[in-house]
């Protein structure tokens, strides 16, 4: 064998060193990345940005060349996952499908999910239909991953093999076994959401901000995923860049709240602002409210939290012991049915959420009811439950 014909297989036309490749690896991933969070995720499947149809177009195009899948299907499964999140109809949660399937196996579930073409055709709705996303982006979905390995071979040799092999591995790992896994598992929580959804890290810029998954899922239609001063999204930093470049339009961002001083009663304001962020409402009952409550119990029992009530409880406190296995559900409601305050409180929040979360109601009626209950909570003689009404009454969205 020649050694012009060693030194091609070996490094392809470009003969690049391995820093050089490991540059073009990062950059190429991190395209595949934006093009994923940016375009199938925030623009496709919550209509969050629009971006220039030049930007569009590569980025159907990068989706097609590096990750062979279908806008409709990739935007008609997530939306499936926002709205079955955690029941048996999810395409992927870990609470049905167990953590080791999801994390391990999230790129097969997904593809199970794409077969089921009624759910395609229900969740899909608004996704590119025109001619080229027929004849090429669906028809040959899997030729552009096939051409990537071939490009990858003759620019780089067998260097191009093994980035194009981590490419391939890349979104599947990710995008559906991390982020899917466990960003559904384990994390720190912002919101106190009717999911299990957690933020992974404040900050992680291989994964396009995607670890901000508690707030995604508290705030779904928002472009912007960091909502605390110590979170960064680098999804977001590129959409700020795009708009700054006239490239991309922010369509909805989460709302900003705000608190006013002195507000006697719930108004509409009140109620406009709480139904935008009502698991702001649900967290800052659970830390204001039952956590205070919680030590308090501990306290007056003489021991300390973590032996009073197990962490594992502590957290099931938190939304009713939803996520609890069976057993551990039962325990948690019989140390409940022991103490009364304790009782009584969540009933205050269970009423709160009805409130909040009733459909059947005109808005008159549900201002009505929630002056009803911040009347009782005001009158319970529970100092924290009072500060919380206070709190609530004075809930205001900024103005845009």
């Known amino acids: 064998m020649s050694t012009s014909l060693i030194d091609f297989l070996a490094g392809g036309l470009l003969q690049l060193g391995w820093w050089e490749m490991l540059l073009y690896l990062l950059i190429a991933t991190q395209v595949t990345i934006f093009t994923v969070t940016l375009y199938l995720h925030r623009s496709q499947a919550h209509r969050a940005v ?24 990739w935007a008609a499964i997530h939306r499936k996952h926002h709205a079955k999140c955690e029941t048996e109809d999810d395409p992927h949660s870990p609470m049905h499908k167990g953590i080791g399937t999801v ?36 028809r040959f979905a899997n030729a552009g991953v096939v051409l990537l390995l071939a490009v990858s071979f003759v620019l780089f040799g067998f260097k191009g093999v093994a980035a194009w092999a981590i490419q391939m591995a890349w979104i599947p790992f990710w995008a559906a076994g991390v982020i899917n896994g466990l960003g559904h ?28 998954h508690n707030n995604h899922h508290a705030f779904p239609s928002s472009a912007k995923f960091a909502l605390r001063r110590f979170e960064f999204d680098i999804g977001w930093a590129a959409i700020r860049l795009l708009s700054a470049l006239r490239l991309a339009r922010v369509l ?12 006697h009663m719930p108004d509409a304001e009140t109620l406009k602002a709480l139904l935008a962020h009502r698991f702001q409402a649900m967290t800052d009952y659970q830390r204001n409210v039952l956590a205070p409550a919680l030590r308090e119990e501990a ?20 939304d009713d012991g939803r996520w609890l296995k069976p057993d551990a559900r039962a325990q948690l409601q019989a140390w409940v049915e022991a103490r009364p305050r304790i009782r009584g409180l969540l009933e205050q929040r269970r009423r709160l959420a009805d409130v909040l979360e009733s459909r059947g109601h005109d808005a008159a009626e549900r201002l009505r009811r929630l002056q009803a209950w911040c009347a009782e909570a005001e009158a319970s003689g529970v100092r924290a439950l009072q500060e919380y009404a206070a709190r609530l009454r004075g809930y205001a969205l900024v103005q845009a």
Not at 252 to 263: C, E, K, S
Not at 301 to 316: E, M, S, T, W, Y
């Open 103 to 138: 994390f391990w196996r999230g790129a097969d579930l997904y593809r199970a999910a794409r077969l089921n073409r009624e759910d395609i055709e229900q969740y899909g709705k608004g996704c590119p239909d025109d001619w080229i996303e027929h004849h090429l982006y669906t």
């Open 50 to 73: 629009d971006f220039h149809p030049v930007v569009t177009h590569f980025f159907r195009f990068w989706s097609w060349l590096t990750t062979s899948m279908i806008t409709r299907e």
């Open 299 to 318: 306290a007056a029992a003489g021991a300390k939290l973590r032996a009073l009530l197990p962490r594992k409880l502590r957290k099931g406190i938190a």
């Open 252 to 263: 909805r961002v989460a709302p900003t709240l705000r608190l006013r001083p002195n507000i």
């Open 185 to 212: 598992w384990w994390g720190y929580r912002n919101f106190e959401t009717t999911d299990t959804a957690t933020n992974l890290t404040p900050w992680a810029v291989w994964v396009g901000g995607e670890e901000l």
